[in-house]
């Protein structure tokens, strides 16, 4: 079953030593921690999706340092994996969480990662949404670097030409450019998320994939397949899943759009995990 309440949300903002962090609060009951992915805001994790506080869940989220709302750091360098881990931490104490799960996409899956090794006792359980995080700086960062470049040079336009073509199915290319322009209009401060882009790829959330065997927590890892989604390789999520104890892994059928990008059935999915494992903290989502 579901409330029948309204949700409204609480914004509140966070100051912290060089940077402000706009967060909003929505629901009640135990709390979930949403983390987003880079170039996105936090609207990017659930999709607008409040099933989840329907059911009976707090759910907190918040723009990244740079991203949305929120302001960029002083120092252009300061974006890297453990301030964002800290970030996160500080946020669950402004809200005054002593536990919460973490749901975190992609950028927000390694940070939701980086909180639970570094702050154990912080963490109720995991949801881990199409990693790409290897454990280390980006083999890659020309490419990072060429968007920031774009972004800075070009705004919103000049990041999508850096980026180039999608490598998705023709008949979605336009589609995902679409939403790729959507996300990006979201930000009142492109020079952060540019500086995010250049900082965020030359750091490491954890040591390697391996450190992932040292995570305790229940952990649902969401996968989505290479066809719609290279950016986040299958194989990496499968990783992922073998190596954190007990993870357990979902991914879409063949053919249909990946979970990460449907919110009502991806709180379906959360819901009915973390009802597993904290039974009575939520209530069941139906429908």
């Known amino acids: 079953m579901t409330h029948a309440l309204e ?15 706009a967060a909003e609060r929505v629901g009640t009951g135990a709390a979930i921690l949403l983390l987003h992915g880079l170039t996105a805001t936090r609207r990017y994790v659930l999709h607008g999706s409040t099933a989840l506080a329907r059911g009976g869940r707090t759910l907190i989220s918040y723009d990244a340092r740079g991203h949305g709302a ?13 301030v964002l881990g800290d970030d996160a931490r500080a946020v669950c104490a402004a809200a005054d969480l002593d536990r919460v799960s973490l749901v975190g996409q992609s950028m927000g899956s390694a940070t939701a990662i ?17 990693p790409a995080h290897r454990g280390a700086p980006s083999p890659n960062l020309a490419h990072w670097d060429a968007l920031a470049e774009g972004l800075e040079q070009g705004g919103v336009d ?9 490598r998705v199915p023709p008949n979605m290319s336009e589609t995902v450019r679409i939403v790729m322009r959507q996300r990006l209009e979201r930000h009142l401060y492109p020079t952060g998320v540019a500086a995010a882009l250049r900082a965020i790829p030359r750091s490491a959330a954890f040591a390697g994939l ?15 397949r290479d ?11 499968q990783e992922y899943a073998a190596r954190i104890p007990r993870a357990e892994f979902v991914v879409e059928d063949p053919g249909q759009s ?3 990008w449907r919110g009502g059935s991806l709180s379906r ?19």
Not at 158 to 166: E, S, T
Not at 211 to 219: G, H, M, V, Y
């Open 210 to 224: 391996a450190a992932l065997e040292a995570i305790r927590a229940p952990t649902l890892i969401v996968a989505s």
């Open 269 to 287: 999915i959360i819901g009915a995990f973390l009802d597993r494992q904290t039974p009575g903290a939520g209530v069941r989502l139906s429908g």
């Open 70 to 82: 929120s302001t960029p750091a002083i120092d252009p360098h300061r974006y890297g994996y453990d």
């Open 7 to 21: 949700i409204d949300p609480q914004p509140f903002v966070l100051a912290r030593d060089d940077t402000t962090l």
């Open 158 to 166: 000049g990041f999508l030409a850096a980026y180039g073509a999608p």
């Open 258 to 260: 990946p979970l990460a």
């Open 114 to 130: 980086n909180v639970a090794l570094r702050y154990p006792e912080l963490v109720e359980a995991l949801v881990i949404i199409t």
């Open 227 to 237: 066809e719609m989604d290279p950016d986040h390789p299958i194989a990496v999520a």
